[in-house]
Structure formats: structure tokens, C-alpha cells
Nanobody, 127 residues
Framework: QVQLVESGGGLVQAGGSLRLSCAAS????????MGWFRQAPGKEREFVAG????????YYADSVLGRFTISRDNAKNTVYLQMNSLKPEDTAVYYC????????????????????WGQGTQVTVSS
């Protein structure tokens, strides 16, 4: 089990930027691949970005490719999501999630493989 706490959300105008952080504690952070998901009002939760334990492999939803960047700093037990050129449709609650190699490896991972979740942080993009 790993505890995850997101931060960095807020209100930003379209075209602006935000950087989300996810601080992890409880177990060895380097054992986990990490992912960001989001859920907009009235919609299902969707995958946004993922990163392997090494940080070498990254994965992005088509809707954010080229605008968002996921990264991690294992020494700080933290994963980040840099969001640039934000659009109103990016408005959602953003969740950080952890995927153990014991649950699955390779690719972005299925949602059920992400066993630990943060409480989420609100991102609102005004037009």
C-alpha cells in the first residue's frame, strides 16, 4: 500500500499552465509505475498519462498528447503532471494512482491494475 496526495490544482485561464504534484509515502516509490486520471462532471474517469517505474516510458491520452508531460523524481517520491495550453475541456478532478509491478507490467496499464489512489485535485480552466 502506498498513500498518495495530489496538489497543484486550481483555476487557470485557457492557454495557461499548471503543474500537478503527487507525493507518495508508505512503500518504495520506485516499485510503482504511476498514472494520472481525471474525471469531469457527468463523465467517467479517464486515463490521462502514465509513466514506468524507471521514468523512461511514458503514455498519454490522445487528447493531451503534446500539451501534458508526466515525470517523476524517485528521490523525492513524487510524480508530476505539467499541463500546458490548457483548454476548458481539461476541467476535471485529477487523480494520481499507483500501479505495482506485481499487478501488471507493460504499456499504460488497465485501470484495475492501479490499486492505490489519491483523493484528487480540482483543475478548472476558464474560457
Amino acid at each position: 500500500q502506498v498513500q498518495l496526495v495530489e496538489s497543484g490544482g486550481g483555476l487557470v485561464q485557457a492557454g495557461g499552465s499548471l503543474r500537478l504534484s503527487c507525493a507518495a509515502s508508505g512503500r518504495s516509490f520506485s516499485r510503482y509505475a504511476m498514472g494520472w486520471f481525471r474525471q469531469a462532471p457527468g463523465k467517467e474517469r479517464e486515463f490521462v498519462a502514465g509513466i514506468s517505474w524507471s521514468g523512461i516510458s511514458t503514455y498519454y491520452a490522445d487528447s493531451v498528447l503534446g500539451r501534458f508531460t508526466i515525470s517523476r523524481d524517485n528521490a523525492k517520491n513524487t510524480v508530476y503532471l505539467q499541463m500546458n495550453s490548457l483548454k476548458p475541456e481539461d476541467t476535471a478532478v485529477y487523480y494520481c494512482a499507483a500501479r505495482s509491478y506485481l499487478s501488471g507490467v507493460g504499456g499504460r496499464g488497465d485501470e484495475y491494475e492501479y490499486r492505490d489512489w489519491g483523493q484528487g485535485t480540482q483543475v478548472t480552466v476558464s474560457s
